[in-house]
């Protein structure tokens, strides 16, 4: 399809395990983009990266998330020792370049992460 | 730092009838304002955005918003409500980050729910 995927799209974990979540952009955007989803809130940024490189990391809640993208195309965000807190929607989302602050961002189905 | 509110996490209407969803942002600066839609189970979608051109924006399924400065609102209007819009909707500011990209800040959420 044309639009954004992420696989799994449910996962769960036992608390204390590691994960991986995939996200495959919109092929030719430049900028991917992944956001955390709390039951009953909006999304919160995470990380942001332009092509390969992971500009911004802001949004990480701890050293336990890791986001990358190695080819400036498939992304993963890896969440080792799973905490329950940790539950929630990750999403991801691809917009085709990153100079304009308009560009729009298209988002994926998300991943319902759950941690027992 | 920007960021929005939505005054009423739900709202309900009788299909065909109007309605308004409020949001109100703060900004340092001309901010670049979003309307998304998330229906259950799906992926988040853009409804509309206002980037300094108009401040009247038309976006998809009969949905519009005014950008107000002077109020710093971004309420979004529909002149006749129909069943399939029953969803829940995110007021979004966005801001620059490190390179250039775009960081999507979100409000809380609306519940819309839309009764025969």
């Known amino acids: 399809g044309a639009g954004v995927s992420q696989s799994p799209r449910y996962k769960v974990a036992k608390r204390g395990q590691d994960v991986a979540l995939r996200c495959d952009p919109i092929s030719g955007h430049v900028s991917l983009f992944w956001y955390q989803q709390a039951l009953g809130q909006g999304p919160e940024f995470l990380t942001y990266f332009q092509n390969e490189a992971q500009l911004d990391k802001s949004g990480l809640p701890s050293d336990r998330f890791f986001a990358e993208r190695p080819e400036g195309s498939v992304s993963t965000l890896k969440i080792q020792r799973t905490q329950q807190e940790d539950s929630a929607v990750y999403l991801c989302?691809?917009?085709?370049?990153?100079?304009?602050?308009?560009?729009?961002?298209?988002f994926g189905p998300g991943t319902r992460l759950t941690v027992l | 730092a920007q960021s929005v509110t939505q005054l009423d996490s739900h709202v309900s209407v009788s299909e065909g009838t109007p309605v308004l969803l409020r949001c109100n942002y703060s900004s340092s600066y001309s901010p670049s304002l979003f309307w998304y839609v998330q229906h259950p189970n799906k992926g988040l979608q853009l409804l509309l955005k206002y980037t300094s051109a108009a401040t009247l924006v038309k976006g998809i399924n009969g949905f519009e918003a005014e950008f107000k400065k002077s109020e710093t609102s971004f309420h979004l209007t529909k002149p006749s409500a129909h069943m399939s819009d029953a969803a829940e909707y995110f007021c979004v500011v966005s801001g620059a980050l490190t390179g250039g990209g775009n960081k999507l800040t979100f409000g809380t959420g609306t519940q819309l729910k839309v009764e025969l």
């Open positions: 989302a691809s917009s085709l370049g990153g100079r304009t602050s308009g560009s729009e961002q298209f």
